[in-house]
């Protein structure tokens, strides 16, 4: 379908969402990839003759190109999902006291449920704690119209704006009326020190200004077109927001309702009047009682948190049995097998994993696919904390517990990640006079979020050449004398590099690289094929965690070549040579 305004589509969330950041006259975007907001940029992309989009390094700097924009006076917008706000905090808290020229929009898609994520935060509390006002769209129709508003509303208040959403919003889908594009004048830059420059004695009077805008902003909320007000039966009423809006709307469809689109700062009056106009109130908000504490601290008697749950994503039968009351009739789960998450066939994280087993070595994680080295059979990924942590991680190790300690650990960290965050905890380590090992696991996309460019693939987000940053080259530039690039299936000299990289009382890098076999580009080699009378049905390649290969009924060994992505890592794990390579052009 054509997206022509005028028109209507069925959209995700996030597609709405950069429709809307289109039709607002946004001309800057810079994000990082993260589920579930990925989508937001990829989106955005499609409009690139009107706009720029980038893949920034990570969020923080993401953060600061949006501003740059804004200071200068085009509308400009950041998107990231929850933990990449607390990457960004530092630029966000400071220029919530700053405020803006052209609008600037930070987009947060919290993850209820932790489908893809490390936490369960709340961005609306780091949104409080920055003093930055936080608007929730409840559908993708809503997503488009918030956005657009977001950027006026940061325009008339001179304040960033935060779009919250969630995993639920971002991937669900609804009909989106199209708009044109506004056609935007740029704000002229004016010279502004006191304003623009957050130095002691600039943020103090800026503070005072921040305090009467959100004061300012929270009268105003009383008749903002956001905030929707559903009278019905007001025995009962409900003050809620976002996709919860939609449960309360489907199983309690005769309640009166207060549907804030505005959540920070809380339109007080407005939620006062509400709550004087019913007789019993329920708050009902995904995550943190964030609304319910609030309202609570006014003297309203409200219900929340006493029969909800701060924990994952609300649903309709959830409110159903916690506010009705009911005893809901479920069916029982299908008894169908676990399905673990795992590596994919001819995933090169697997070779490596495997051979660090192998050795007994532990490891440090990081964020990415490889993350699942953590899980059985491979076991090898014993910590992992955040973006760049793995590297930061063996140093305070290395520090804690001595150089010969840290010889049976490894730090494993991704090449996206690597440049995300690790490039300075390496740097770390070189400056510090550490010991330790890192592995770069370079496959050439960020991988776990689909496959998009970063600083070491040679492409833009806007589909440019460019310049690909060395990953080599660069750890010699740190001034690491050891680096050494090995292929990540080649595992007679990966275990040779590994045993040699780790007894050294020095900083060393392996870059193991293999493209990711889901890329676009990837060419498998071929199929393994497994030769029954050679097989001693040991079970070694077993230990690969390969999903393409697995046990016969007789206990030999049987590979899928629909799953085979032609890796031969099995192979290489087959003492008896009873698994072969079977090349592509035979």
């Given at each position: ?394 140093h305070g190790l290395e520090k804690a517990k001595g150089s010969e300690y840290v010889k049976d650990w490894v730090a494993c ?174």
């Amino acid at each position: 379908m054509s997206e022509k305004a005028g028109t209507q589509m069925v959209m995700l969330g996030n597609a709405a969402i950069a429709r809307g950041a289109y039709e607002a006259g946004v001309k800057v975007s810079a994000a990082y990839p993260g589920t579930p907001s990925t989508e937001i940029s990829e989106n955005l992309v499609k409009y690139k003759d009107e706009l720029y989009c980038e893949w920034s390094p990570n969020e923080k700097v993401a953060m600061e190109v949006a501003i740059g924009a804004s200071f200068h006076g085009v509308r400009a917008m950041a998107s990231m999902k929850h933990v990449g706000v607390n990457v960004a905090s530092d630029p966000l808290f400071t220029i919530a006291y700053a405020g803006v020229n052209g609008g600037l929009v930070i987009v947060a898609a919290d993850d209820p449920g932790l489908y893809s994520s490390q936490n369960e935060q709340d961005s609306r509390m780091v949104a409080r704690a920055a003093m930055v006002p936080v608007i929730e769209p409840s559908d993708s129709e809503e997503a488009r119209i918030f956005t657009k508003r977001a950027f006026e509303l940061s325009e008339k208040y001179d304040t960033p704006i935060m779009v919250r959403t969630t995993t639920r919003l971002a991937h669900s889908q609804c009909i989106v009326n199209l708009e044109e594009r506004q056609d935007i004048e740029d704000k002229p830059y004016v010279k502004n020190i006191a304003k623009n420059v957050m130095m002691p004695a600039m943020a103090k009077a800026r503070h005072l200004i921040v305090e009467e805008r959100m004061k300012k902003m929270s009268e105003d909320g009383y008749d903002l077109d956001l905030n929707k007000v559903y009278y019905n039966d007001t025995k009962v009423g409900v003050i809620t927001s976002g996709i919860p809006y939609q449960y309360v709307k489907e199983v309690m469809p005769e309640a009166s309702v207060l549907k804030l689109g505005l959540v920070h700062p809380l339109p007080r009056k407005l939620i006062e009047e509400f709550a004087s106009k019913v007789d019993k109130l329920y708050i009902v908000e995904e995550l943190e009682p964030v609304i319910e504490e609030q309202v609570k601290s006014w003297g309203i008697k409200c219900t929340g948190k006493e029969i909800l749950t701060v924990q994952g994503e609300y649903s309709a039968n959830l409110l159903r049995k916690a506010i009705l009351g009911q005893k809901l009739d479920i069916e029982p789960a299908a008894d169908v097998p676990a399905r673990p998450p795992i590596l994919c066939p001819g995933c090169p994280h697997r070779s490596v994993y495997h051979v660090l087993k192998k050795l007994k070595k532990h490891a440090a994680g990081d964020i990415g696919c490889y993350t699942l080295g953590a899980v059985a059979p491979l076991q090898v990924v014993e910590t992992s904390a955040c973006m760049g942590s793995s590297i930061s991680t063996l140093h305070g190790l290395e520090k804690a517990k001595g150089s010969e300690y840290v010889k049976d650990w490894v730090a494993c960290i991704g090449d996206s990640t690597f440049l995300h965050t690790g490039v300075n905890s390496l740097m770390n380590m070189v400056y510090n006079k550490a010991t330790g090992t890192v592995i770069i696991m370079d496959n050439s996309t960020t991988g776990m979020t689909g496959h998009q460019d970063h600083a070491a693939t040679g492409k833009t987000l806007m589909g440019d050449d460019t310049y690909m940053i060395d990953i080599f080259n660069l750890c010699k530039a740190l001034g690491i004398e050891n680096v050494v690039e090995v292929d990540a299936f080649d595992m007679k000299k990966l275990e040779e590099v590994i045993k040699e990289e780790t007894a050294r009382d020095a900083v060393s890098v392996i870059i193991a690289k293999s493209l990711c076999a889901l890329h676009k580009d990837f060419v498998p080699k071929g199929k393994c094929k497994v030769d029954t009378e050679k097989c001693k049905k040991c079970g070694m390649c077993m230990a690969s965690a390969c999903p393409a290969i697995h046990k016969a009924a007789d206990g030999s060994a049987e590979i899928d070549e629909t799953l085979c992505n032609g890796c031969g890592h099995c192979a290489g794990c087959c003492p008896f040579g009873a698994i072969s390579l079977i090349p592509a052009n035979r």
